[in-house]
């Protein structure tokens, strides 16, 4: 079955609106009605400002990086990213063509 990966990208100290954004993405997700969503816990990596992020015992594991992905067919996905971008203006979100080959259907 041919569906759409989106991928967002964070850190553990995002916000929206008080409360810290891969939560309050991921509830949006599932008010949606998406297939499934999974928040990824990064050991280490950088973005946009270039400043490294690692759970390097030396610095405490601070503002770690998270992905926060997503499964569902286009139609349900592409109509989210509006509001996905209004929570988290600044942040990298990817979409790409996957095929799921295993696993309940859609």
Do not use: C, F, W
């Not at 041919?2 to 929206?16: G, H, M, P, W």
């Not at 309050?24 to 297939?35: F, G, I, N, T």
């Not at 992020?53 to 997503?70: F, K, M, N, Q, W």
């Not at 286009?74 to 988290?88: A, T």
């Amino acid at each position: 079955m041919k569906a759409v990966l989106l991928r967002i990208y964070l850190s553990e100290n995002d916000t929206y609106k008080g409360r810290s954004a891969h939560h309050a993405v991921l509830e949006y997700l599932k008010d949606s009605y998406v297939a499934g969503a999974t928040v990824i816990h990064g050991i280490e990596g950088y973005g946009v400002h270039s400043n490294i992020h690692t759970a390097s015992i030396l610095r405490l594991g601070v503002d770690l990086p998270l992905i926060v992905e997503a499964v569902d067919t286009e139609d349900k996905i592409r109509p989210l990213v509006p509001k996905l971008r209004e929570m988290v203006p600044n942040e990298l979100m990817t979409l790409q063509d996957v095929e799921i080959i295993s696993g309940e259907n859609l």
